[in-house]
């Protein structure tokens, strides 16, 4: 079994930065195929969870939503079990629960919340205008 914990989030004004991490532990976390993509997802109040990033093992392929792309960055430390988002330029409406994510080699899309096999249990980020 693989364990997810997010750190990092806080309440922050507009324009801000913060950088959250994810640290992995468990069976199998140093594995390419077992934690093939890693990545974060966002759920605020009253919504879907979306997608927000993600990162392949090698941390060659990233993808980011539209709504975040210029403003995160997301990599990975293989060696330290860790997955880290940038934000910066924080707005209002980056305001949600943001998740952690791994998941096994696939062909799925990154995009899709389904088709990963572990999360962590959240951390609030809020932006405040």
């Known amino acids: 079994q693989v364990q997810l914990v997010e750190s990092g989030g806080g309440l922050v004004q507009a324009g801000d930065s913060l950088r959250l991490s994810c640290v992995a532990s468990g069976r199998a976390i140093s594995n390419y195929v077992s934690m093939h993509v890693m990545g974060w997802f966002r759920q605020a109040p009253g919504k879907e969870r979306e997608f927000v990033s993600a990162?392949?093992?090698?941390?060659?392929?990233?993808y980011y939503a539209d709504s975040v792309k210029g403003r995160f960055t997301i990599s990975r430390d293989n060696a330290k079990n860790t997955v880290y988002l940038q934000m910066n330029s924080l707005k209002p409406e980056d305001t949600a629960v943001y998740y952690c994510a791994a998941r096994r080699y696939s062909s799925d899309s990154v995009y899709i919340k389904n088709t990963y096999n572990y999360w962590g249990q959240g951390t609030q980020v809020t932006v405040s205008s």
């Open positions: 990162v392949t093992w090698s941390g060659e392929h990233t």
